[in-house]
């Protein structure tokens, strides 16, 4: 890193909690926000509305948002006239930035290459134990207190060589789950209606329709976007299509599934589902969701977590590096995306 002189240091201001700065910037990585950009007292704030953080906002270039980061809207502009980008440490950008700041040209970025990395690596992980059928054995195993048995007649072969596993969308989890899964000796499909066949053959996966990729898939791997056409994508009638004993993998978002479908399919013993991500989240405490055998069920932990959202500090750092020195930003969020990223 070759760091910018004084007077090319823009000026920036962190808004997110305490927690997230916490867990985004340690020691090393403080050091480096303060060598590339010029940050005032005091250097973080979670909210943008009162006096003070409205005084920090006159003279700030760069906002360096996260996880839980205050409302960006037009009030927050207004106080901001210097502002020339907004740097954010998570994923999508789509709940917290308004209109008015594409409206004024303000350079956003994401740092949602980074965390995909983490989600397409939990993702892997439980298509290929899901795939071997490891937590149905460990739940009979537990069971039964016996290595052998009738039990485990009943757990379905292994499809870890020779089985299917269907992606839906090819977002940038999903590019990366199809890339992971190309060492095993698994067939992959793939449905996304802005891809076309010569893409998917690039990633090496056979493009279908959603239906046709339910019908033939062993595993379904979810990696669409929440978009009005997206809501419960995955209906009644479509998780009808799935074979006996398929399992169903969530880490992109819970609106996709209808749950109330997935609760009677999972009761009648027909599938599994796997779901870090629910609709609403986190769940009401009496959710059948929690009580349905066959489902399973982790608290939205698939993302950056602990050392792994150094990556997140990273991605934004690499950004302020490039917008620093006058180069060209490496993750731009193109404005005409947000109609259908997540």
Not at 39 to 60: G, N, Q
Request: proline share 8%; charged share 25%.
């Amino acid at each position: 890193m070759t760091t910018p002189p004084d007077d090319a240091r823009p000026t920036a201001l962190l808004a997110m909690s305490r927690t997230t700065f916490d867990d985004l910037f340690d020691a090393p990585r403080r050091d480096r926000l303060h060598a590339l950009a010029a940050i005032a007292a005091p250097a973080r704030v979670e909210e943008l509305s009162s006096p003070p953080a409205i005084t920090r906002l006159h003279d700030v270039e760069v906002l360096i948002t996260g996880w839980g980061t205050p409302a960006l809207n037009a009030d927050v502009l207004a106080a901001a006239p210097r502002l020339r980008a907004v740097l954010h440490a998570g994923g999508s950008v789509k709940g917290h930035i308004s209109q008015e700041f594409w409206d004024a040209g303000v350079l956003v970025t994401s740092a949602a290459e980074a965390n995909a990395i983490p989600v397409a690596e939990f993702t892997l992980a439980t298509i290929l134990l899901e795939g071997k059928r490891s937590p149905r054995y460990a739940e009979g195993y537990a069971g039964e207190r016996t290595a052998s048995g009738r039990w485990r007649s009943r757990i379905p072969p292994s499809v870890n060589f020779g089985g299917t596993v269907g992606v839906v969308g090819l977002s940038r989890v999903g590019r990366r789950v199809a890339g992971l899964l190309r060492p095993f000796d698994i067939e992959v499909l793939a449905s996304d209606p802005l891809v076309d066949p010569r893409q998917a053959a690039l990633l090496g996966v056979e493009l279908v329709e959603l239906d046709e990729l339910l019908v033939r898939s062993d595993i379904v791997t979810l990696h669409a976007p929440e978009l009005p056409e997206t809501h419960h994508l995955l209906d009644a009638r479509r998780l009808g299509l799935l074979r006996q004993d398929a399992v169903l993998v969530n880490t992109a978002r819970g609106s996709l599934i209808d749950a109330e479908a997935l609760v009677a399919r999972c009761r009648d013993g027909r599938m599994r589902a796997i779901l870090d991500v629910t609709d609403p989240e986190p769940l009401p405490s009496d959710s059948p969701l929690f009580t349905t055998p066959g489902i399973v069920l982790t608290p939205h932990i698939a993302g950056a977590m602990h050392p792994e959202t150094h990556r997140l500090a990273d991605a934004v750092l690499d950004e302020l590096d490039h917008l620093a020195h006058g180069r060209p930003p490496r993750h731009p969020v193109d404005r005409r995306s947000l109609e259908y990223i997540a």
